[in-house]
């Protein structure tokens, strides 16, 4: 049967399995294997809804796919994840439940990201009758560019780097340039100094 034709026939958005799990931030791999055990009997932490649809193709309504989202208890230790068929390393945001870049949470160990830290921040000052205008959000001023490994390029030698060799830089950024880098300059800094002193 037509999925397309069925939504019509629903007036019901539906997803596939791939949608299904694309949604969930999960490969489809992982939603199958776990609705697959569940099929067989075996206990699942959380159970997988009973599809509308189990022809040809698995067919789960939009209400449906948004409730087990809701139900799933969120992992928040930092993992990875494919989104948009890159791999990102990141954490879940307890407020938001939204899935973040670690650069984008808060703090290294803040359960919060960025934006709801700043929206919380926004919503005490304008209770408090401050203005908010000079703690407007900092627009974003380079976009780091990530590989497909989720790696991070050095701006100074061009090196794809692991997320941990960055040091954080201004909130929610890492700095531009790896550690090793800015070492180097530092002790560039230091030999001149030293060089005019004497
Ligand atoms: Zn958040
Ligand atoms: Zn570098």
């Avoid at 022809?55 to 494919?82: A, C, F, S």
């Avoid at 359960?111 to 703690?135: A, D, Q, V, W």
Wanted: glycine content about 8%; some cysteine; charged content about 35%.
């Amino acid at each position: 049967m037509d999925k397309t034709y069925l939504e019509n026939q629903m007036g019901v958005k539906l997803y596939t399995m791939t949608e299904f799990a694309e949604y969930l931030g999960w490969t489809q791999q992982r939603l199958s294997k776990i609705y697959h055990s569940q099929i067989k009997g075996a206990k699942v932490r959380t159970k997988v809804p009973d599809p509308v649809f189990s022809g040809l193709r698995l067919l789960w309504t939009e209400g449906q796919v948004k409730q087990y989202k809701k139900d799933i208890r969120p992992n928040y230790k930092p993992e990875w994840r494919k989104i948009d068929g890159k791999q990102v390393y990141g954490r879940v945001c307890r407020m938001c439940t939204d899935f973040k870049r670690i650069e984008d949470m808060s703090g290294k160990n803040s359960p919060y990201c960025y934006t709801c830290i700043s929206r919380k921040g926004g919503e005490k000052r304008r209770l408090l009758g401050e203005t908010t205008s000079k703690f407007k959000p900092r627009s974003r001023v380079h976009v780091r560019k990530y590989n497909p490994q989720g790696k991070l390029q050095c701006r100074t030698c061009k090196i794809f780097k692991d997320v941990a060799e960055f040091r954080a830089g201004t909130s929610p950024q890492l700095r531009p340039d790896c550690k090793d880098c800015l070492n180097a300059r530092r002790r560039e800094r230091y030999a001149k100094k030293g060089d005019s002193n004497e």
